[in-house]
C-alpha cells in the first residue's frame, strides 16, 4: 500500500487484513520502489498523487525492474481524467481504482489480478517444462529470456548468457551475420527467419556445432520490438524431436498444452458447473470410471456417481458452491470391479462478487498410502507388542525410541532411556576387543547377533540374544541401529544346571569321572609343553561300608559331603578334586614341587579323614582312606595309565594295612598315617 496519506490508507489496510492479506505501508514512491525490489509483494497499491515521486513514475520504475514474475500494479486516484488514466497505463499500470475505495470493488479486481497472476505463474511454469528452448533478444539482440530447455540444449545457465548478445549460440557465417541482419530487418520489415522457421545451426558451450530447428516470433512493446526463439535440437532421437514438436504445438495452443498437462498428471481432476453438469474431465479420471469424454462431459454428477454415492457427496458439493473448500476420502469402485482409496478436493471457482460458477474435483489416489499406512499400523503394533526389547539408535549411539519390553526386561522406562547411550545396559563383563569386534561385524556385514551380557536398571545382570541391525541411508551411510533382544538368562542357567549334571557328581558337587578326564588330559598336554609333573592320587574310604550298614545310607551321604569339603580344603583352587562314585575320590594335583611334596598331602588327607566326624542327632562316625599315588611322567604319560596305576597303588595301600598313602612307583608302605 502507497499512499502520503496514512489516514486515508488505514480502512483499505484493514479490510485486506480481514481477507486474509499481510499489508506493507510506504508514504511516498522512492519508497515504494525500494520496498518492491527488497521483498517482492503479490500486489500493489498505488496512490497517484504524492509528493517527491508520484505513482505513476514509481509505476514505470517498478515495471523496468527486472523481476521473476509479474506483479500487478493498482493505481488509485480520486481524479478520474483520461490523460491521467492514459498516463498512468502508459507506465505500466495494470488497473485503476476510484477513491473513495468501493471494498467490493476493490476484492473484484484483486481476485481478477490474482488469476491473471496464477495464469502467469503457470505460463512460466509451463515454459521452463516445455522440451523446446525457448529464448527472446531485444532490437540489439541481447538475449533477456532463457529457459530450462534452452539451459539444456546450449549447455549454458541462464546468468550465463542473459545479457550477452545472441551470437554466442551462433557458429559462423551467422555470427558474422547476425547484427546485419537484425537491423536490415527492423528497417525494411523484410523476414528471411522472423515469422517462418527453418533449420540452422546452433553452438553449445562446449563448442559443439549441432543442427536445429529455429522459429522466431515478433512482439511489439511500449518499449520496443521483442524477439521469441523457438529452438528444437534436431540432433537428437525421433522420439524427442517429436515431443519437442508436440510442446511447441502445446505452447502454441494453450488449451490443448492444459489438456496435456492434466492428462499427464496421476490425479483425476474434473470441473462441474453450479448446476452439477461436467464440463472437463482429465484422462485419469476417464480411466477411473472406464468411460469415454462423451458420457462424462455435460452429463451430470449424480448419472456418473449413482444415486447412493452421490447422497453421501452431496453435503461436500453444497459446501463447495458456497464457496467453501471441501476435503474428504472415499472408497470408490474402479471399472475393473477394484476398491481404491482416494482423497477428494472440492475447490471453489471464485467468481468475483462472491460468485460461484461452478468448482474444481482433485481427486487423488491414495490406495498405496493406506496400504503403507496399514503397514506401518502393523509394525507400530508389532513394536509395541512384541515381548522382545527392542531400542532405535541414531548413527551417535543415542536411544531414539524404546519399545514396553525393553522396558519389562531393563526397568528403564522410556523416559529414562530415550536420549541416553545403550551403555546404561553395560554389564563390565566384556571387554573392549569384544565390542570393537561387535561393531566391526556391522561395518561389514551390515549386522551382529550373539550373546551379551547387561544389567537392569536395579544392577542384575542378565544374558541376552542380542540382534544389531544397520539400517542405511540413501546414500549408504548408516543413520539408524535397530537393536532386538531376549533375555534368556534363564534358558543360560537351566543350560548350566544341565551340564553340571552332565560333568559333576550329584551329591558332592565334585567333578565326575568324565570331567577329571578332560582336565586329567588338558594338564598332560600343558606339562607336557611346560615340563612339569602331575599327580594323581586315588581315594577309597575305608569303614564306609560300615558307617552305611549302622548308621543309615543318609548319614553315609552326608559324610561323602563332609569328605568332599575337607578334600577341597586341603588342595589348591589349580587343583581338580572328583568323585567317581561309591566311596572313591580322585585328585590331581597340578605342578607339585616333589614327590615329598605329594606324599605329605597325602598324609594329612590320610589324617583329615581319620578324624571323627559329628552328624545330627549326635551320631558320630569314622573313617579312614587308603590312597594310591601315580606320578606324570614316571607313572604314564596317558590319563588311563595314571589312573590304572594309581588305583593299583591304592589296593597296594589297602593291603598294607589301610589308612595310609602308597606310590606306585614305591612298594614299601609307609609306616605311619603321617611320615
Known amino acids: 500500500?502507497?499512499?502520503?496519506?496514512?489516514?486515508?490508507?488505514?480502512?483499505?489496510?484493514?479490510?485486506?487484513?480481514?481477507?486474509?492479506?499481510?499489508?506493507?505501508?510506504?508514504?511516498?514512491?522512492?519508497?515504494?520502489?525500494?520496498?518492491?525490489?527488497?521483498?517482492?509483494?503479490?500486489?500493489?497499491?498505488?496512490?497517484?498523487?504524492?509528493?517527491?515521486?508520484?505513482?505513476?513514475?514509481?509505476?514505470?520504475?517498478?515495471?523496468?525492474?527486472?523481476?521473476?514474475?509479474?506483479?500487478?500494479?493498482?493505481?488509485?486516484?480520486?481524479?478520474?481524467?483520461?490523460?491521467e488514466i492514459l498516463a498512468g497505463f502508459d507506465?505500466?499500470?495494470?488497473?485503476?481504482?476510484?477513491?473513495?475505495?468501493?471494498?467490493?470493488?476493490?476484492?473484484?479486481?484483486?481476485?481478477?489480478?490474482?488469476?491473471?497472476?496464477?495464469?502467469?505463474d503457470s505460463l512460466q511454469g509451463i515454459l521452463d517444462n516445455v522440451y523446446d528452448a525457448i529464448l527472446t533478444i531485444d532490437e540489439a539482440g541481447i538475449i533477456q529470456k532463457f529457459n530450462a530447455a534452452a539451459e539444456r540444449i546450449f549447455g549454458y545457465v541462464a546468468a550465463e548468457v542473459i545479457g550477452s548478445n545472441v551470437r554466442k549460440l551462433m557458429p559462423s557465417p551467422?555470427?558474422?551475420?547476425?547484427?546485419d541482419y537484425l537491423a536490415r530487418y527492423l528497417l525494411e520489415r523484410s523476414p528471411r527467419i522472423i515469422g517462418i522457421g527453418r533449420t540452422v545451426q546452433g553452438r553449445r558451450k562446449s563448442g559443439e556445432v549441432f543442427p536445429?530447428?529455429?522459429?522466431?516470433?515478433?512482439?511489439?512493446?511500449?518499449?520496443?520490438?521483442?524477439?521469441?526463439?523457438?529452438?528444437?535440437?534436431?540432433?537428437?532421437?525421433?522420439?524427442?524431436?517429436?515431443?519437442?514438436?508436440a510442446s511447441a504445438l502445446a505452447v502454441a495452443k494453450s488449451e490443448n498444452f492444459i489438456r496435456t498437462i492434466t492428462d499427464a498428471l496421476p490425479v483425476l481432476i474434473a470441473y462441474w458447473d453450479k448446476n452439477l453438469r461436467c464440463q472437463f474431465a482429465n484422462k485419469a479420471?476417464?480411466?477411473?470410471?472406464?468411460?469415454?469424454?462423451?458420457?462424462?462431459?455435460?452429463?451430470?454428477?449424480?448419472?456418473?456417481?449413482?444415486?447412493?454415492?452421490?447422497?453421501?457427496?452431496?453435503?461436500?458439493?453444497?459446501?463447495?458452491?458456497?464457496?467453501e473448500p471441501q476435503r474428504?476420502?472415499?472408497?470408490?469402485?474402479?471399472?475393473?470391479?477394484?476398491?481404491?482409496?482416494?482423497?477428494?478436493?472440492?475447490?471453489?471457482d471464485l467468481a468475483p462478487h462472491g460468485k460461484v460458477p461452478g468448482f474444481f474435483v482433485l481427486v487423488s489416489d491414495i490406495t498405496s498410502l493406506k496400504e503403507a499406512d496399514a503397514e506401518l499400523v502393523l509394525a507400530a503394533s508389532v513394536f509395541q507388542n512384541t515381548i522382545e526389547g527392542i531400542f532405535v539408535t541414531d548413527a551417535n549411539g543415542v536411544i531414539l525410541s524404546v519399545n514396553p519390553a525393553f522396558t519389562s526386561i531393563t526397568g528403564y522406562s522410556a523416559e529414562e532411556a530415550i536420549g541416553q547411550s545403550p551403555r546404561i545396559l553395560k554389564s563390565d563383563r566384556h571387554d573392549q576387543a569384544f565390542h570393537a569386534a561387535v561393531w566391526r561385524d556391522i561395518a561389514i556385514d551390515g549386522i551382529w547377533q550373539g550373546q551379551v551380557w547387561n544389567c537392569r536398571k536395579n544392577g542384575e545382570a542378565f544374558l541376552e540374544w542380542l540382534t544389531i541391525?544397520?539400517?542405511?541411508?540413501?546414500?549408504?551411510?548408516?543413520?539408524?541401529?535397530?537393536?532386538?533382544?531376549?533375555?534368556?538368562?534363564?534358558?543360560?542357567?537351566k543350560d548350566e544346571r544341565i551340564r553340571h549334571m552332565a560333568f559333576h557328581d550329584a551329591l558332592t558337587g565334585l567333578p565326575n569321572r568324565a570331567l577329571l578326564m578332560e582336565r586329567v588330559d588338558y594338564q598332560i598336554a600343558f606339562a607336557e609343553r611346560e615340563r612339569h609333573p602331575l599327580a594323581v592320587l586315588f581315594l577309597d574310604l575305608d569303614r564306609f561300608k560300615y558307617v552305611n550298614d549302622t548308621l543309615g545310607h543318609d548319614i553315609g551321604d552326608e559324610l561323602l559331603k563332609a569328605v568332599a569339603e575337607s578334600l577341597l580344603a586341603l588342595v589348591r583352587q589349580s587343583d581338580t578334586v572328583a568323585r567317581l562314585g561309591g566311596d572313591e575320590f580322585v585328585i590331581l594335583l597340578n605342578n607339585p614341587s616333589s614327590e615329598a611334596e605329594v606324599g605329605h598331602i597325602a598324609g594329612r588327607i590320610v589324617a583329615v579323614i581319620n578324624e571323627p566326624m559329628k552328624f545330627r542327632e549326635d551320631k558320630t562316625a569314622q573313617v579312614g582312606t587308603s590312597i594310591g599315588i601315580a606320578m606324570y611322567p614316571s607313572d604314564g604319560n596317558t590319563s588311563a595309565q595314571l589312573m590304572k596305576n594309581a588305583d593299583t597303588a591304592m589296593y597296594a595301600a589297602k593291603r598294607a594295612g589301610k589308612n595310609t598313602y602308597?606310590?606306585?612307583?614305591?612298594p614299601v608302605a609307609p609306616r605311619g598315617p603321617c611320615d
Not at 480411466?287 to 453421501?312: C, D, R, Y
Not at 470408490?332 to 471453489?348: C, E, Q, S
Not at 602308597?662 to 614305591?666: D, G, H, I, L, T
Open 1 to 83: 500500500m502507497v499512499d502520503d496519506n496514512r489516514a486515508v490508507s488505514l480502512p483499505v489496510m484493514e479490510f485486506l487484513r480481514e481477507q486474509g492479506h499481510e499489508v506493507a505501508f510506504v508514504q511516498d514512491g522512492a519508497a515504494a520502489v525500494a520496498a518492491y525490489q527488497s521483498g517482492l509483494p503479490d500486489l500493489v497499491l498505488m496512490d497517484v498523487v504524492m509528493p517527491n515521486m508520484d505513482g505513476i513514475e514509481a509505476t514505470r520504475r517498478i515495471k523496468a525492474l527486472d523481476c521473476t514474475r509479474w506483479v500487478p500494479v493498482l493505481l488509485m486516484t480520486s481524479l478520474s481524467s483520461k490523460d
Open 469 to 493: 541391525t544397520r539400517i542405511p541411508a540413501p546414500e549408504g551411510q548408516p543413520v539408524r541401529y535397530i537393536s532386538v533382544f531376549n533375555d534368556i538368562t534363564e534358558l543360560w542357567r
Open 212 to 245: 536445429m530447428r529455429l522459429a522466431v516470433t515478433e512482439i511489439r512493446l511500449n518499449t520496443g520490438y521483442q524477439f521469441i526463439g523457438l529452438v528444437s535440437d534436431l540432433s537428437e532421437e525421433d522420439a524427442t524431436r517429436k515431443r519437442a514438436e
Open 91 to 120: 507506465a505500466g499500470a495494470d488497473e485503476y481504482l476510484i477513491k473513495p475505495i468501493d471494498f467490493d470493488v476493490l476484492n473484484a479486481r484483486m481476485h481478477s489480478m490474482q488469476r491473471i497472476v496464477t495464469m502467469q
Open 285 to 323: 479420471y476417464l480411466a477411473w470410471f472406464g468411460k469415454p469424454p462423451a458420457s462424462i462431459v455435460g452429463h451430470t454428477m449424480q448419472e456418473l456417481l449413482g444415486k447412493n454415492l452421490f447422497a453421501l457427496n452431496e453435503p461436500y458439493v453444497r459446501g463447495a458452491l458456497a464457496g
Open 174 to 179: 551467422y555470427t558474422e551475420e547476425h547484427d
Open 662 to 666: 602308597r606310590f606306585f612307583n614305591q
Open 328 to 348: 474428504f476420502e472415499r472408497t470408490l469402485t474402479k471399472a475393473d470391479g477394484g476398491f481404491g482409496y482416494t482423497l477428494v478436493h472440492y475447490i471453489p
